[in-house]
């Protein structure tokens, strides 16, 4: 299969470097150091548990996608604040029957495409708020995809795979199609656990419930999950927040049978860990907060669930944001 990975990062390059060993010919969308550290020494993988060495496979690599052509499946890993430049430029990637991945946090563009009862088809401003993701990659090209999985970069170019492997794919629909059976036969091929979803929204969502907390406010005070679940009103501010998503979801048809204490001593056990939003915050990188908690907010309008707390995490975390020119 002729693969682009759009965003070499942590885990963009990690499902790049094991597609191409596992044979398929991939090529990268990247730019600046990335793109020079990938012509030099092609994608770099250290994978947990393979006594640190150093795996290296070459890939064709350009700044310009109308270097690298129509792909058969275009795996869509970059942060949410750099979806209008793929909206900009990931037509000459694009055939009639190309695939976009979007192994993405959040709340995509496409979330209400095939689903959502009265709200199917709504399209939401909080992520694409001039319709240009929509246009530019319409809902019958997607393939949506959850990732269960803790990658990091040592260096342009070079991942870190620390633990994890699941893929969840889906279509917006829900149908289980030919093309997402076979896609998740190839992943499975390249050596990653792939499980095709009849509700993709619903794997989105659960994966959101815990991390639209935990990622902005770790953002916002410095702390590592072990710190921020150690507090009780921290805590208890995050479960007031997870309840008001745990509505909207069931008033959308995604029902969520935990509490938010279940989801808390799952991420306890994660021990000291740096979440994504504070590794781009420390690296002076933008923040995607609209994915995550400006969707949840957008979302809540459109059910009339209040959303007191979500508001105020929001409001906290984009003014830290802005303040440090993050946002």
Same mark, same amino acid.
């Given at each position: 299969m002729k693969i682009c990975i759009y965003g070499a990062g942590a885990i963009g390059g990690?499902?790049?470097?094991?597609?191409?060993?596992?044979?398929?010919?991939?090529?990268?969308?990247?730019?600046?150091?990335?793109?020079?550290?990938?012509?030099?020494?092609?994608?770099?993988?250290?994978?947990?548990?393979?006594?640190?060495?150093?795996?290296?496979?070459?890939?064709?690599?350009?700044?310009?996608?109308?270097?690298?052509?129509?792909?058969?499946?275009?795996?869509?890993?970059v942060k949410a604040?750099?979806?209008?430049?793929?909206?900009?430029?990931?037509?000459?990637?694009?055939g009639p029957n190309t695939m976009v991945l979007t192994a993405m946090n959040g709340v995509p563009w496409w979330f209400l495409q095939g689903f959502g009862g009265t709200l199917a088809g709504t399209h939401l401003t909080s992520v694409d708020p001039d319709g240009a993701l929509a246009r530019a990659v319409p809902a019958r090209h997607i393939v949506g995809c959850?990732?269960? @999985?803790?990658?990091s970069l040592d260096a342009p170019g070079q991942v870190r795979h620390r633990f994890g492997n699941k893929l969840i794919l889906g279509e917006p629909s829900g149908e289980k199609t030919i093309r997402v059976r076979q896609l998740a036969a190839l992943l499975e091929k390249a050596g990653f656990e792939a499980q095709v979803s009849g509700q993709i929204q619903k794997d989105i969502w659960f994966k959101l419930w815990g991390n639209m907390t935990v990622n902005p406010i770790s953002a916002l005070t410095g702390a590592t999950t072990d710190l921020i679940m150690g507090d009780d009103l921290v805590r208890g501010f995050v479960s007031s927040v997870m309840l008001e998503?745990?509505?909207?979801?069931?008033?959308?048809?995604?029902?969520?049978?935990?509490?938010?204490?279940?989801?808390? @001593?799952?991420?306890?056990?994660?021990?000291?860990?740096?979440?994504?939003?504070?590794?781009?915050?420390?690296?002076?990188? @933008?923040?995607?907060?609209?994915?995550l908690v400006s969707a949840v907010k957008e979302l809540g309008q459109l059910t009339q669930v209040p959303t007191p707390f979500t508001d105020a995490l929001l409001g906290l975390a984009r003014l830290q944001a802005r303040v440090r020119g993050l946002y």
């Open positions: 990690w499902m790049g470097s094991e597609l191409a060993r596992a044979g398929c010919s991939v090529s990268v969308v990247a730019r600046g150091v990335t793109l020079d550290a990938l012509q030099r020494h092609g994608l770099r993988l250290r994978l947990h548990g393979n006594d640190g060495r150093v795996t290296s496979q070459a890939v064709v690599c350009s700044a310009n996608p109308a270097d690298l052509g129509v792909q058969e499946l275009v795996v869509l890993a604040p750099s979806l209008p430049e793929v909206a900009r430029q990931i037509a000459p990637l694009m959850v990732v269960h @999985a803790s990658c998503a745990k509505e909207i979801g069931a008033r959308i048809g995604i029902t969520i049978d935990q509490q938010p204490e279940d989801r808390h @001593a799952v991420t306890l056990k994660l021990g000291a860990f740096k979440t994504s939003m504070l590794q781009d915050v420390e690296a002076g990188k @933008a923040v995607e907060l609209d994915a």
